[in-house]
């Protein structure tokens, strides 16, 4: 077998290629992308937080629930895929900067569960109720109707994520659940 050695013009012809179709891709593929709120005691000006978090990740460390992540910028979020939010403080305990300040964990809110019924499998053909009986143990803000779907009581909802935790099915068709779930936390 003889291999035809490239020319130089073919070869900066292929590098070429290959290098502009890698970054097509990078840039055209989907991201995961997931709802997100802030950690407790997190400042309620957005501006504000991002300008005093120091994006050191001692609150990352700190959470015993593995709840809190950092985005590609460095700065915290839950999502409730990883872990729960039982308001512990620790995150707090642990920023030096003051952008996570201690609360009431009794009046906390990061944000309110949303369910999506088009992807939640007891909205689809019904049998699941993990995040009804999560929440049962914790918040009682989600109740399930006259065919055993969870509905979430936004007033009662504090955005813990502890029903996105144990949400077994995935947000997108055919893509992995720690790319998001069928339900998430948003921003209230």
């Not at 300008?51 to 700190?62: F, L, N, P, Q």
């Not at 201690?102 to 109720?129: F, H, M, Y």
């Amino acid at each position: 077998m003889h291999l035809k050695s490239l020319t130089r013009r073919e070869f900066i012809t292929v590098v070429g290629a290959t290098t502009g179709l890698g970054i097509a891709y990078w840039i055209l593929h989907p991201h995961p992308t997931f709802a997100s709120v802030l950690p407790p005691g997190a400042h309620t000006s957005l501006i504000f937080f991002n300008a005093t978090c120091s994006r050191c990740g001692k609150c990352v460390s700190a959470c015993p629930h593995d709840a809190i992540r950092q985005d590609n910028l460095g700065l915290p979020y839950v999502n409730g895929i990883s872990g729960w939010c039982d308001f512990c403080m620790k995150c707090a305990e642990a920023c030096l900067t003051g952008a996570l300040r201690p609360v009431d964990p009794k009046t906390a809110v990061l944000g309110v569960a949303e369910i999506n019924q088009d992807r939640c499998i007891a909205w689809i053909r019904s049998g699941c109720r993990l995040c009804y009986e999560k929440c049962l143990d914790l918040r009682q803000a989600i109740h399930v109707d006259s065919e055993y779907r969870p509905i979430v009581d936004a007033p009662k909802c504090n955005g813990c994520g502890a029903c996105v935790n144990v949400c077994p099915q995935p947000s997108i068709d055919r893509q992995d659940k720690n790319l998001g779930k069928a339900i998430s936390l948003q921003q209230v």
